[in-house]
């Protein structure tokens, strides 16, 4: 499945979201997407799924193939943080620079805090995008240990 991914260096810049149709989604079964990053010594790669935002990190110190569980959308989402978003509205973080609800700002970024889409300033439209998203996740891989990571031996 990351056999293509191990050597990125072919799929573009590192520092461009990069879709590679022969890494395929555990979860879903869809494409990722390879996340833009600055190479480092450990040469981590995290691919994320447009469609269910399942993620997969590959590589590290340890090189392992990690992959978050499903977490329910109360717990799964970070806050939003970029220059010219309202502050009266609090928008879900989702990938590569945008908000569920399709918001892009350079620079965008997670925040140190879990958006919750209970909450009344949260904004509709994200509530309304991490509920679909939410509903992607087939049961059977919902529980804690469904989706398999692996890490080298020493």
Same mark, same amino acid.
């Given at each position: 499945? /990351?056999?293509?991914?191990?050597?990125?260096?072919?799929?573009?810049?590192?520092?461009?979201?990069?879709?590679?149709?022969? !890494?395929?989604?555990?979860?879903?079964?869809?494409?990722?997407?390879?996340?833009?990053?600055?190479?480092?010594?450990?040469?981590?790669?995290?691919?994320?799924?447009?469609?269910?935002?399942?993620?997969?990190?590959?590589?590290?110190?340890?090189?392992? !193939?990690?992959?978050?569980?499903?977490?329910? !959308?109360?717990?799964?989402?970070?806050?939003?943080?970029?220059?010219?978003?309202?502050?009266?509205?609090?928008?879900? /973080?989702?990938? /590569?620079?945008?908000?569920?609800?399709?918001?892009?700002?350079?620079?965008?970024?997670?925040?140190?805090?879990?958006?919750?889409?209970?909450?009344?300033?949260?904004?509709?439209?994200?509530?309304?995008?991490?509920?679909?998203?939410?509903?992607?996740?087939?049961?059977?891989?919902?529980?804690?240990?469904?989706? !398999?990571?692996?890490?080298?031996?020493?």
């Amino acid at each position: 499945m /990351f056999g293509k991914s191990l050597n990125a260096r072919g799929l573009g810049s590192r520092l461009e979201a990069c879709e590679d149709p022969g !890494v395929k989604c555990d979860v879903c079964g869809r494409a990722m997407w390879r996340w833009p990053v600055l190479p480092t010594a450990w040469e981590e790669e995290i691919w994320s799924c447009s469609w269910c935002h399942a993620s997969t990190h590959v590589g590290g110190e340890w090189f392992e !193939v990690a992959r978050p569980p499903y977490l329910p !959308v109360e717990m799964r989402w970070e806050r939003a943080v970029a220059e010219g978003l309202p502050l009266d509205v609090s928008h879900a /973080f989702g990938i /590569f620079d945008r908000t569920l609800c399709g918001i892009q700002k350079a620079g965008m970024s997670p925040s140190d805090y879990v958006w919750l889409p209970e909450r009344e300033d949260a904004c509709g439209a994200c509530r309304e995008a991490a509920g679909v998203i939410d509903d992607r996740w087939p049961q059977a891989v919902r529980g804690e240990d469904a989706r !398999v990571s692996v890490a080298r031996r020493l």
